[in-house]
């Protein structure tokens, strides 16, 4: 059963076609589970659209007819690599018409009529998508084909290098109907020349996103170089350990605004009175007061919510805010909590964020007659 997480701590990615295609033929154990761990984590919730689900049965469609007709999935980037593949073809099947179409020039291969195998091959995809549902928690409904997408795709292509299946990927990824928007979006796709065209163009294509009050794209992400890591290779990795990184430094740009520091731990005195201390990392950020405060887990295996019955010392009392001591980012507090809540906020190391800052500049309102 998962926590219930709010959404400010929510991660929301999205999923581009190659990514669920991949994800389906399991040619890749680090990319699936890597999808089935964040579809398993309380702080991710993983998208696609209607225009990427029309997408993917293109593909998949094509993919099961080419391995009825010679055993195995196509290639990976054969488009790319059409001698290779080519070659590859006449060693393996000796007898292909089409390459580059691999098959699908009249839907005939190998002596094969794609009309004769269709209703396998549409069980087949009908399965797949039942099982983005089941196992990666993905709604294709969620975001759906609308005139604005369309408008806006079209600006992108006109704009930009980017093709108009790409655009639309892009666009449906961040507007999901005509009226609602994911504000804080990371894309993940497999694609080079999608990823490097992206980049490429980030600038225009924010401001076209900008005239159409669309929030920009928050991180694009290719799964063949995240930082050094490629979930292509043969490399192993620590899925979790990786995945859990990224997610920490995701969520605190999300909430930068309300990110406060980290937990340090107490001396041992402090520690048995029970303060919790933690580190505010930088030193031209100042301490504000708020309602309570939110502990996020470096594990992200919890999230702890203290209500603001406590005050900051510093050598003593913190009495106005906002407070700042740039010779010291260091803050102890002792908050009417329960022991094993303590022990653990005591630990090094656990996000701290504040709950829903008080603005210093409000007066309250004088109802006094």
């Known amino acids: 059963m998962k926590t219930i997480i709010d959404k400010c701590f929510k991660i929301d990615f999205f999923l581009d076609t190659n990514i669920l295609v991949d994800y389906i033929q399991g040619e890749n154990k680090k990319l699936v589970d890597s999808l089935e761990f964040l579809a398993n984590s309380d702080f991710v919730t ?6 990427v689900e029309f997408e993917f049965t293109e593909v998949r ?15 990976k980037d054969f488009l790319k690599e059409k001698n290779s593949f080519w070659n590859w073809l006449k060693q393996k099947f000796h007898k292909v018409t089409n390459a580059k179409n691999y098959g699908t020039k009249n839907w005939k291969d190998s002596g094969l009529d794609y009309l004769d195998y269709k209703e396998d091959i549409g069980k087949v995809i009908k399965d797949d998508i039942v099982k983005f549902k089941n196992q990666l928690h993905i709604d294709f409904d969620d975001h759906v084909l609308h005139e604005k997408l369309v408008h806006t795709a079209c600006e992108i292509v006109l704009e930009t290098k980017i093709s108009r299946e790409d655009s639309m990927v892009l666009v449906s990824c961040v507007l999901p109907t005509p009226v609602d928007y994911l504000d804080f979006c990371v894309i993940l796709t497999n694609d080079n020349q999608y990823y490097n065209a992206y980049k490429n163009s980030k600038k225009t294509i924010d401001g076209i996103l900008d005239k159409e009050s669309i929030p920009h794209i928050h991180k694009f992400l290719n799964t063949k170089h995240i930082g050094n890591v490629n979930l292509y290779s043969s490399e192993s990795i620590d899925i979790k350990s990786f995945w859990n990184e990224i997610l920490i430094k995701l969520i605190k740009s999300k909430n930068k605004s309300s990110y406060l520091g980290h937990t340090i731990i107490p001396n041992e005195n402090s520690r048995k009175r029970g303060d919790v201390w933690f580190d505010i990392e930088d030193k031209k950020k100042e301490l504000f007061n708020s ?19 406590f005050d900051y010392w510093q050598n003593s009392k913190c009495e106005t805010f906002p407070y700042s001591n740039s010779k010291d980012t260091k803050y102890s507090m002792h908050p009417n909590i329960d022991e094993s809540m303590m022990i653990k906020l005591q630990e090094k190391g656990i996000l701290v964020f504040y709950d829903n800052i008080i603005d210093p500049h409000h007066t309250p309102l004088n109802f006094d007659l």
């Open 291 to 309: 309602e309570g405060l939110v502990f996020i887990d470096k594990d992200l295996t919890q999230v702890l919510s203290v209500s603001k019955d």
């Open 61 to 75: 469609k094509r993919n099961e007819f080419f391995r009825i007709a010679h055993g195995k999935y196509p290639p």
């Open 46 to 51: 993983l998208h696609s659209s209607h225009y």
